[in-house]
């Protein structure tokens, strides 16, 4: 998740890094040297969906208070963008369990052993658990549509993020990777 890739980055790890903006405004705030020199989608590209036995009372986020919301980590870009689809929604933090079920291979078990009822997801991953029946689209943040009417302007997405300190010691890997 997004975590785990940002302390690569901030303990200088890995010298660059695919993450989302989210990430990088998340690291300015305590000081971290983290820039985005390449966005690479302009939407999240992330899924919210619903547990397929829940469907029924569950018929927008409006309807998720009192229940578990899933995403990949703390402060990864799939917590950061179920806050904001939230409060959208109007739905406060406080009126949610949030739960961070680690990657990919974390999401699918997530829904199908019911630990989590909503679900913050990769397009990949909430498409495999709507064909197989485990759930249900509740809110698809894959457009640009979505994503203005959610944020109130475009969306700085996934990207390639390093440091000032490598663009000034690599400045030709960096016009690259531009």
């Given at each position: 998740g997004g975590s785990e890739w940002l302390l690569a980055l901030a303990s200088g790890r890995v010298d660059m890094a695919h993450g989302y903006f989210e990430n990088a405004?998340?690291?300015?705030?305590?000081?971290?040297?983290?820039?985005?020199?390449?966005n690479i989608l302009p939407?999240?590209?992330?899924?919210?969906?619903?547990?397929?036995?829940?469907?029924?009372?569950?018929?927008?986020?409006t309807d998720v208070k009192g229940l578990s919301w899933g995403f990949t980590s703390f402060g990864s870009a799939s917590h950061v963008v179920s806050l904001r689809v939230a409060k959208h929604f109007g739905v406060e933090q406080s009126a949610v369990k949030w739960l961070g079920?680690?990657?990919?291979?974390?999401?699918?078990?997530?829904?199908?052993?019911?630990?989590?009822d909503v679900l913050t997801t990769s397009v990949m991953i909430g498409t495999q658990l709507i064909q197989e029946g485990s759930a249900v689209l509740l809110q698809d943040v894959t457009?640009?549509?979505?994503?203005?009417?959610?944020?109130g302007h475009p969306y700085l997405g996934p990207g390639m993020l390093t440091s000032h300190a490598y663009c000034e010691q690599e400045p030709f890997v960096v016009l690259k990777v531009n």
């Open positions: 405004v998340s690291a300015h705030r305590p000081g971290r040297d983290v820039v985005l020199i390449d939407t999240p590209v992330f899924l919210v969906v619903v547990r397929k036995d829940l469907a029924g009372t569950v018929k927008s986020v079920v680690g990657g990919s291979t974390g999401f699918l078990p997530a829904i199908r052993e019911k630990r989590v457009s640009a549509k979505a994503v203005n009417e959610i944020y």
